[in-house]
């Protein structure tokens, strides 16, 4: 089948029905799995409304925002409104971690971490949890937009002048770091680009710089730019400013290789492994025609032939968040937060706001190596242990085994106690199974 | 026979010390020897590891990030090391610690991906092999090979994945974070491994549970070893540290791999390269120490490597001055059998390339060549898939 035709709508038939199995795969990929009731509601809302479900999520979650609270952080916006306490956390991979496990639209959190690990930017003294945070709300608002849109907040983003010292790029010294990872590793790809375009760009960006004091905001510095005319890719840019720039971004998204770049990091976080060059070309060129919209691509991915095929299951390593997560939300583990989340995802390779690199993490069958999975044991040995609670208990993490056998169908022979202690084993075996490795 | 001192001056002057017998090649693989390699990642600043202080040069080109000549350890009239590496020139006047400089490769990529993956898979083409220079060396001298084959052969430290230098066809090593807390759970590895025997697409994930179920037990032996050297509480430290321990007990790993990133220096390099060096200095002293304490000194290579070194020229200004990425850079060997002193020459400043990178002139798989062939006793030339010019790193 031609790539363009495997992103064509997908057709249920009666060999190949819209069923819950299909409905668990949407919320594995879209987002970080459902508990069996919430596969039923998907189920039962179709494929496109499932699709709706997930996708078409609002820009902000203001019963979020008061249910888990980063403390420290100056961006609280809603103040309590007199109902439950919040949950404080210090930690702002815990804080994520809890709307991951919790928020209600878990296809936003799972295309935010797709943008942080595109623009990967790292933690550290120099650039602290604040501004991390700062921008994983700007990857979470404007994540599911235009492409360019973001691209252009990026920019301006004040952790990634830092990250990729775009504050120290300035007329009399330019510096490249900006200029090779926009074009390697954001837009366009390896060895798309030479040396000299490099310079060039990175001179064109230079006085894109911080704002003395107050909040970190991005600010223009005039007197650090070097207007003169430039030549990017065959494209010569008149004298200019600010606007130097922006002309800039948008001929990054008119090179050819640009859709196809995009496309294949995409269909390698919500489609399979290794998508045919073809595939990933078609993908971009949708996301292209679709006005570079996140959103609406997505969707045409999420209702596809390519997606839906038959051997369109398990061809997708899970991250380690993934993993995790998907154990939390598929047990609905009350109070999550209690446990020690971030530690977990660092040791398995994925700890949030550390990213290995600026080329973000390396996907696919790499997460599973003779040391990361006996981690992953450990971690269904951890989540099978916890206490049984029918009820949130405001001390620890627990899980409901009394419903979680009743999901499971372990019998009721030999009382409550066995049945628990069946219902636990039964819970390691298939979070540590081979299977729960894959997507 | 010249002595040391003599030896070093020369090492200065540029070139090997060509008239100390060449290693012999081992003629098979010795089961005690340890080859230990240090990943610096984000292109380590040779030039400003091994300063070239006299180099007036030097100077002109890094006004800002230039070591000053009164702060340099000198070796000799013409170069030293940074400050930060204080113990590292101890341990080079005892002749445990050598420097190998001017080392690249033709294929310059100022990429740190594409320049990692090279220097990881020792590939010729573009597109990068998917596997590593040392998992070829377990493919083609250690597998099926007794007491050199184990689960453990090759293993990766203070790591939470797989670096490509390691990558092995048909064999999957385990990448460990923190030694001490890695023991497998009750349940058992092997019992999930059979959970979905028969189906192909979780094949990966069931051979790495059983290597996993037989590296843990083995490697439980490491567990709570006390030693009396000072290792830090950071990261390369305690990978070394768990390096250490593994050899200590006699495991079968006979290829580590630790990386420690934060080389990428853009801008603050004056501050961020002290840092780290120092760190470095610490960290592999206290291994030194470590393994003298343990006898085990002469069985051990420890290796530096970085996927290239820094612009000559700095970029930026004031304390806030870095450099761009570059291209040959300096490699540091250790151990009781190293050949001390300098080999390999500094970097021309005055004959830089097109991108005003220094030249180098050894190619990082002549070291490679030098540590397969006569540290490891294998096959360089079916490993790299060519054989390169060997260098005197180390005595037989």
Not at chain 1, 411 to 425: E, F, K, L, S, V
Not at chain 2, 170 to 188: F, T
Not at chain 2, 205 to 221: F, I, K
Request: some cysteine; proline content about 6%.
């Amino acid at each position: 089948m031609r790539a363009q035709d495997q992103l064509e709508p997908w057709q249920p038939s009666g060999d190949e029905p819209w069923d819950r199995e299909r409905a668990a795969l949407l919320a594995r990929r879209a987002g970080f799995g459902a508990s069996p009731q919430e596969v039923e509601e998907l189920w039962a809302l179709g494929l496109e409304g499932a699709t709706s479900r997930l996708l078409d999520y609002p820009d902000e979650d203001p019963a979020l925002e008061r249910e888990i609270l980063l403390q420290g952080s100056p961006l609280v916006e809603y103040p309590p409104d007199g109902g439950r306490e919040p949950v404080r956390v210090g930690d702002a991979r815990a804080w994520w971690i809890y709307r991951m496990a919790r928020g209600a639209h878990p296809a936003q959190e799972k295309l935010t971490l797709f943008w942080h690990h595109h623009f990967a930017c790292q933690q550290s003294e120099e650039l602290p949890a604040d501004w991390m945070v700062r921008q994983n709300r700007l990857f979470r608002r404007l994540g599911a937009g235009s492409f360019r849109e973001l691209l252009g907040a990026l920019a301006r983003d004040p952790a990634m002048l830092v990250f990729l010292d775009g504050r120290n790029n300035r007329c009399e010294s330019p510096n490249e770091n900006w200029a090779r990872e926009l074009m390697e590793l954001f837009t366009l790809g390896l060895d798309r680009y030479s040396q000299r375009d490099v310079l060039e760009v990175a001179r064109i960006f230079t006085g894109w710089g911080l704002a003395q004091g107050g909040e970190p905001r991005f600010e223009f510095h005039e007197e650090q730019h070097d207007p003169g005319p430039r030549g990017v890719l065959g494209r010569v840019f008149e004298p200019g400013t600010e606007e130097q720039g922006e002309s800039l971004l948008d001929l990054l998204l008119e090179q050819p290789c640009c859709a196809g770049f995009l496309g294949r990091k995409l269909l390698r976080w919500y489609l399979e492994d290794d998508p045919s060059a073809d595939l990933c070309e078609a993908f971009g060129c949708c996301l292209r025609s679709s006005g570079w919209s996140l959103r609406e691509a997505l969707r045409t991915l999420f209702l596809s032939r390519a997606f839906h095929r038959p051997g369109g299951r398990a061809v997708l390593y899970k991250t380690p968040v993934d993993f995790v997560i998907s154990a939390v939300r598929g047990l609905e583990v009350q109070n999550p937060h209690l446990l020690e989340l971030p530690r977990t995802l660092r040791v398995l390779g994925m700890d949030l706001f550390h990213p290995p690199s600026v080329a973000g993490w390396e996907l696919g069958p790499s997460w599973i190596h003779a040391g990361s999975v006996l981690l992953r044991a450990q971690f269904a040995e951890q989540i099978a242990a916890l206490p049984h609670s029918a009820r949130a208990l405001a001390g620890s993490a627990a899980l409901d085994l009394d419903r979680i056998a009743g999901e499971l169908g372990i019998d009721a022979a030999g009382g409550r106690a066995q049945r628990h202690a069946r219902t636990r084993a039964a819970l390691r075996r298939r979070l540590a199974a081979p299977e729960f490795a894959l997507a | 026979m010249l002595d040391r001192r003599s030896l070093l001056q020369l090492g200065a002057l540029g070139g090997a010390a060509l008239w100390l017998p060449r290693a012999a090649a081992a003629s098979r693989p010795d089961t005690r020897r340890r080859l230990v390699v240090v990943e610096l990642q984000g292109g380590n600043d040779g030039l400003n590891t091994l300063v070239p202080y006299a180099d007036p040069l030097y100077h002109r080109l890094r006004p800002n990030v230039a070591i000053a000549e009164r702060d340099v350890l000198r070796i000799d009239e013409l170069q030293g090391f940074h400050p930060a590496l204080a113990k590292l020139r101890r341990r080079y006047d005892q002749g445990l610690v050598a420097c190998v400089n001017g080392v690249g490769h033709t294929l310059s990529n100022l990429s740190h991906f594409r320049s990692r993956a090279i220097w990881e898979s020792a590939s010729e083409s573009a597109s990068a092999s998917p596997y590593g220079w040392l998992g070829r060396h377990y493919t083609s001298s250690m597998r099926g090979v007794a007491g050199l084959d184990s689960p453990i052969a090759l293993l990766a430290l203070g790591r939470d994945t797989l670096p490509l230098a390691l990558k092995t066809n048909g064999a999957s090593w385990p990448a460990i974070p923190e030694l001490a807390a890695w023991k497998a759970p009750a349940d058992g590895l092997l019992e999930s491994a059979a959970q979905s025997e028969g189906r192909a697409d979780t094949a990966h994930v069931r051979e790495c549970l059983r290597s996993a179920a037989r590296a843990s037990e083995l490697l439980a032996r490491a567990a709570g070893r006390r030693t009396r050297a000072e290792y830090a509480l950071r990261p390369l430290a305690r990978a070394l540290k768990s390096v250490a321990d593994v050899i200590a007990a006699d495991l079968p790993a006979s290829c580590f791999f630790v990386t420690y990133d934060g080389f990428d220096t853009h801008a603050r390099q004056a501050r961020e390269h002290a840092t780290h060096l120092q760190r470095v200095d610490l960290a592999i002293d206290a291994f030194l120490e470590d393994l003298s304490a343990l006898g085990r000194l002469d069985d051990v290579l420890l290796l530096t490597v970085s996927e290239f070194g820094r612009r000559a020229a700095e970029s930026g200004m004031g304390a806030d001055a870095g450099t761009d990425h570059g291209s040959a850079s300096l490699l540091l060997v250790a151990g009781g059998r190293v050949l001390p002193g300098l080999h390999g020459r500094q970097p021309d400043l005055a004959d830089l390339d097109a991108d005003g990178n220094v030249k180098h002139t050894i190619d990082f798989r002549q070291v490679y060549a030098s540590v397969i062939d006569d540290w490891l006793g294998g096959e360089s030339a079916k490993v790299l898939g060519a054989p390169y010019a060997k260098l005197d790193l180390f005595r037989s």
